[in-house]
């Protein structure tokens, strides 16, 4: 792995790597899907080094969009939004880039070494692991919505159960139903993770934006190097912290369903339940919260490759495209990855240690710059972003819906984000929620009611169960008899309108499953049962109980609109929404090239009177940008358009 050719693809593989994570919605797996066919002529370590360097630092250059804009590069990076935008906005953006970087680089390497250690003796454990086990695992992962939901417990639950009616939409594998599909093929496969975060996480705070018309941070407060070198000293204060994130992502990294989008999230729960005061300060800007979710993003890669390599199973979607690899070198994972060619297996294992102490230090040589960005106008940074956004919404089924479900999801967050209904539980909802149906009708299949008594099974629904309730009890005992004389009359509220809504959309959820199998009914009217036991309860608590003032945390960020009136906020919120709307008919008008520079140059002109020649600089830079990575790089199909159709002489025209 020493030789200078496989160091220099190994770096190749980094550098391509960290740019893919900084473009939301793209993400390693169309990276690792693009250079597979260039590792043909390369040796095993060559090939697996380059392909490797590019899948571990994906996770590394997520952050960058997550703490400047709050627009998470991948699904892994969501839960980092939470308290690195708030750290961007005090102006400490260096400081949270570099703790990103380091806990990342700290959380890839102690991964990798974890799994060097653990791996001639991590075969008999993953055998131990069945459908009961990961069914128990997917549980243990949506009890950490208590946690998530901060003050407003019942709300949470009330979010996951929509999360989770959302990830069963579509065909269902067990009894071949269409479900809340509306006719439409688009939504078979169901409702598309990376538009969905995208919206929920993205859209609301570039409208915020928008809204407050300043700069993301005013200054920034301290020097660009004393921020890297404080964030890098917070790392190895909290050591202990990304030691144990590390060893979460890890271990639950090796289990195929439990991706980056859920562990980032079951190592920030952690942090909050373990860390001393963070249930006062997470979600605030606390830099243990950016900590926590990136060192355990990063070291899921090592966990990921055990399975992958020990019985060719891949625990993720880019380690699913390695197997590609393996079999264009003519290797077979299994056994034989463990004796006749452990060297290429240990080549693996030191490839993802080094690309993640490559990637943290080709962040921090461009990290100055980096925080510089929190400081522009928001009409210099919005229509970049936008368009960014756009196209990384596009890659999940490249189909138009993905632009119609950003939008929608992006309604929906801002709505959620204005009304304090917390956003984390509904993420976790979606990635889980089909994994959950799929491992239970698996495991009633084969073991009948014999499975849940297996002791792993057992300790995890404990825990499970131990999440759910113990946060509960603390806050009644707290209260005790004060929460009795909480309550009074029912008081109207606009924001009750959300209970609602969601009272209509269970009923109506109920009764469109008439014509559907029995087996496709069973989790559907558990959860559509539930979910209106909880937002009837809901809704009652919200009209009659008054306290003068609710302990806890809203683990989710808050508007910084509040100085502004409601309809000021309504109103600029709908010229935000218009301008998406327009770049979006646009494109199915004439196609996405040819509106970047007409977006661009209307957007700056009319909102921030920005200069002719800076807008039309701007615009010439960003299409360039977008062609040559996009159409002639990566060969995007693009969507087609009203001018093709129309005009098919016209079609020579990109994206058109």
């Not at 606009?494 to 496709?520: I, K, R, T």
Request: aromatic share 12%; hydrophobic share 55%; glycine share 10%.
């Amino acid at each position: 792995m020493v030789e200078p050719t496989r160091l220099m693809f190994l770096s190749l593989g980094v550098l391509c790597g960290v740019v893919l994570g900084i473009i939301p919605g793209i993400g390693g797996l169309a990276g690792v899907a693009i250079l597979m066919p260039f590792t043909f002529g390369m040796d095993p370590f060559t090939a697996f080094g380059f392909l490797l360097g590019l899948a571990a630092t994906t996770a590394t250059g997520d952050p960058i969009p997550a703490i400047l804009f709050g627009v998470p590069g991948g699904a892994g990076s969501a839960a980092t939004v939470l308290d690195g935008l708030p750290l961007a906005k005090k102006g400490e953006a260096g400081r949270a880039l570099s703790a990103a970087y380091m806990s990342s680089m700290m959380g890839g390497v102690f991964g990798a070494l974890l799994m060097a250690v653990l791996l001639p003796v991590m075969r008999p454990v993953i055998l131990a692991v069945g459908a009961p086990e990961l069914l128990a695992f997917s549980v243990f992962g949506i009890s950490m919505v208590i946690i998530l939901s901060g003050k407003a417990p019942i709300r949470g639950l009330v979010t996951a159960i929509v999360g989770i009616m959302l990830s069963l939409v579509g065909s269902d594998q067990q009894g071949a139903s269409l479900r809340w599909t509306f006719d439409s093929l688009y939504l078979y496969e169901g409702v598309p993770l990376a538009p969905a975060v995208l919206g929920l996480y993205a859209l609301p705070e570039l409208c915020d934006l928008l809204i407050s018309r300043t700069a993301i941070s005013g200054k920034i407060n301290k020097s660009v190097n004393s921020g890297m070198l404080q964030g890098a000293k917070d790392c190895f204060k909290h050591w202990f912290l990304i030691l144990r994130c590390s060893w979460l992502g890890s271990a639950f990294g090796a289990f195929p369903g439990i991706g980056g989008s859920v562990i980032d999230w079951l190592a920030y729960g952690h942090a909050i339940k373990t860390e001393k005061g963070a249930k006062e300060t997470f979600g605030k800007g606390d830099i243990r919260g950016v900590i926590a979710s990136e060192s355990a993003n990063n070291a899921k890669e090592g966990g990921a490759l055990v399975p992958t390599v020990a019985f060719g199973v891949p625990a993720s979607a880019s380690m699913a495209l390695l197997l590609g690899a393996f079999q264009i070198h003519g290797l077979t994972p299994g056994p034989t990855m463990l004796t006749t060619h452990l060297d290429v297996t240990y080549s693996m294992v030191w490839s993802i240690a080094l690309a993640n102490i490559l990637g943290a230090g080709l962040c921090y040589a461009f990290s100055g710059q980096f925080a510089k960005l929190a400081t522009l106008r928001y009409t210099l940074i919005l229509p970049t972003v936008l368009a960014i956004i756009y196209i990384g919404a596009f890659q999940e089924n490249r189909q138009w819906g993905d632009i119609y479900t950003l939008l929608i999801f992006g309604v929906i967050g801002w709505t959620m984000k204005q009304l304090k209904w917390a956003r984390p539980p509904l993420i976790l909802g979606l990635v889980l929620g089909e994994t959950i149906e799929r491992y239970l009708f698996i495991s009633i299949v084969r073991f009948e009611s014999a499975w849940i008594w297996r002791p792993l099974v057992l300790i995890l629904f404990s825990m499970a169960l131990a999440g759910f309730f113990l946060p509960l009890y603390r806050s009644v005992r707290q209260h005790g008899a004060g929460m009795l004389q909480s309550f009074g009359r029912p008081v109207l509220r606009p924001s009750q309108l959300v209970h609602v809504f969601l009272l209509v959309l269970f009923v109506f959820a109920l009764c469109d499953m008439g014509e559907w199998n029995e087996s496709s009914k069973i989790v559907p009217t558990i959860l559509c049962w539930g979910g209106l036991a909880l937002i009837v309860f809901s809704l009652a608590v919200d009209l009659t109980w008054h306290p003068e003032k609710v302990e806890g945390l809203h683990m989710d960020l808050e508007s910084d609109t509040a100085h502004l009136s409601k309809r000021e906020v309504v109103t600029r919120a709908a010229i935000f929404f218009g301008w998406l709307v327009g770049l979006m008919i646009a494109m199915a008008t004439i196609g996405l090239i040819p509106s970047i520079p007409i977006f661009v140059i209307l957007f700056m002109r009319i909102e921030g009177r920005e200069r002719w020649f800076l807008a039309i600089a701007q615009a010439v830079c960003l299409t360039a940008f977008v062609y040559f990575v996009f159409h002639r790089t990566l060969h995007i199909p693009w969507p087609p358009t009203f001018l093709g159709w129309a005009f098919p002489e016209m079609r020579w025209i990109p994206s058109v």
